[in-house]
């Protein structure tokens, strides 16, 4: 596939998708959705791949959905409309993700960094959901990713008032797992996905999934899911080699990277 709006490549071990529409702050539009799918989908089939960065520009990561396709919609058009549903899609992605996000993560922008397994921001860093002031509410679950993330009291805030969030507040209220200089924004996700891809692939994606049920069931469920998780670890090729090559003082070399 030819790709218009966002850019795709690998480095190394991990699969790179940019959103690149500079003229529009990369608002998020059916293209990009469609494009960002089309290269999910390739990096979950890919072997090669253990790992995937989501990122965008210095100056916008994305400032939302693309006002200006959803403007003319009616209540038809936007109950029919596939946009959130594929947002759901690409947020089941199974790899680990990361969200590198510098410069504005507004509206759909800060969703789609939320449905990443963890952000790692610049100091440039703008987060908001400032839907209410264009007369809507977050639509790409963002009153349902960020209250779980980060609580009532400032997704109350946010999505209330529209007011952006800077890197540090971030940072402090757990939307995001680290802050680092804008120069060094895209070789720490690098770093951080480069570890990630070089552990087993089948255990990282266990603990993905793991952590994931904290945020859509009860403690007791979670944890049986847990110990179902763990358990079924102990049949993989990798556990064998883990934990051998820890007893024999060895790095590991897993097979399913
Ligand atoms: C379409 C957008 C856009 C958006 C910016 N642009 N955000 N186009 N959709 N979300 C366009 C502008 O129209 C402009 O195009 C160009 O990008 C540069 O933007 P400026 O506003 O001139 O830049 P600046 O003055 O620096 O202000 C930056 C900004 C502002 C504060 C980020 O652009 C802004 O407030 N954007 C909208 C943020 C927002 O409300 N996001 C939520 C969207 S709703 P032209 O052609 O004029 O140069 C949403 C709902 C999700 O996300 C749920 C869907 C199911």
């Not at 702050?25 to 253990?50: H, K, P, R």
């Not at 396709?69 to 209540?75: C, D, I, K, N, S």
């Not at 996000?101 to 922008?109: I, K, P, S, T």
Request: aromatic residues 8%.
């Amino acid at each position: 596939m030819d790709y218009t709006s966002i850019k795709v490549e690998r480095r190394g071990r991990v699969g790179w998708m940019t959103i690149d529409r500079p003229k529009a702050l990369n608002a998020l539009n059916t293209q990009v959705l469609t494009e960002l799918l089309q290269a999910s989908d390739a990096f979950a089939a890919d072997a090669e791949v253990g790992a995937v960065v989501l990122t965008g520009s210095e100056r916008a990561f994305a400032a939302g959905a693309d006002i200006k396709e959803m403007q003319p919609f009616g209540f038809a058009e936007a109950y029919l409309s596939d946009f959130a549903s594929g947002w759901d899609r690409f947020a089941n992605a199974r790899k680990p993700m990361i969200a590198a996000v510098a410069g504005y993560a507004l509206g759909g922008g800060c969703e789609v960094a939320m449905m990443c397994d963890f952000i790692i921001a610049a100091e440039s860093a703008k987060f908001g959901q400032p839907e209410i002031t264009l007369g809507v509410l977050p639509g790409m679950g963002g009153t349902q990713r960020m209250a779980r993330a980060i609580g009532k009291a400032k997704t109350m805030d946010l999505c209330l008032t529209g007011r952006m969030m800077d890197a540090g507040e971030a940072e402090r209220s757990g939307l995001v797992a680290r802050v680092v200089p804008d120069a060094e924004l895209l070789a720490e996700a690098q770093k951080a996905a480069e570890i990630i891809a070089g552990f087993s692939l089948p255990a990282a994606m266990m603990a993905k999934e793991a952590i994931n049920r904290a945020f859509d069931t009860t403690l007791t469920e979670g944890l049986r899911a847990e110990r179902r998780l763990f358990a079924a670890a102990f049949s993989l090729e990798d556990q064998k080699e883990g934990m051998g090559a820890f007893v024999e003082k060895r790095k590991p070399n897993f097979r399913h990277r």
